[in-house]
Nanobody, 118 residues
Framework: VQLVESGGGLVQAGGSLRLSCAAS????????IGWFRQAPGKEREGVSC????????YYTDSARGRFTITSDKSKNTVYLQMNSLKPEDTAIYYC????????????WGQGTQVTVSS
């Protein structure tokens, strides 16, 4: 199982970024794919997740209304479109895959840095 994130970068407050999570080595439809983030000095927190099978989505309060998670089964890729970015969104963003509710025991990518300047 391999997950590779991309799309991070430096953006001004109010701007947008689209993160990608390319998955390989497993049956995409069997997994839920989630986005998490960790800011300096803070614990990792969930952002959003999607069921690759039925496409159902979930957002945490910090992401709802600004971020959109989608999946492209033809490319085994999950995207996180982030709009109206705020400085507090600055973090390393990770994607993870799991067949259970225990994300910690799932597969994780290496992360991509998102920096939002004020």
């Amino acid at each position: 199982v391999q997950l590779v994130e991309s799309g991070g970068g430096l953006v001004q407050a109010g701007g947008s970024l689209r993160l990608s999570c390319a998955a390989s080595g497993f049956t995409f439809d069997d997994y839920a794919i989630g986005w998490f983030r960790q800011a300096p000095g803070k614990e990792r927190e969930g952002v959003s997740c999607i069921s690759s099978g039925d496409g159902s989505t979930y957002y945490t309060d910090s992401a709802r209304g600004r971020f959109t998670i989608t999946s492209d089964k033809s490319k085994n890729t999950v995207y996180l479109q982030m709009n109206s970015l705020k400085p507090e969104d600055t973090a390393i963003y990770y994607c993870a895959a799991t067949t259970t509710t225990n994300w910690a025991r799932g597969a994780w990518g290496q992360g991509t840095q998102v920096t939002v300047s004020s």
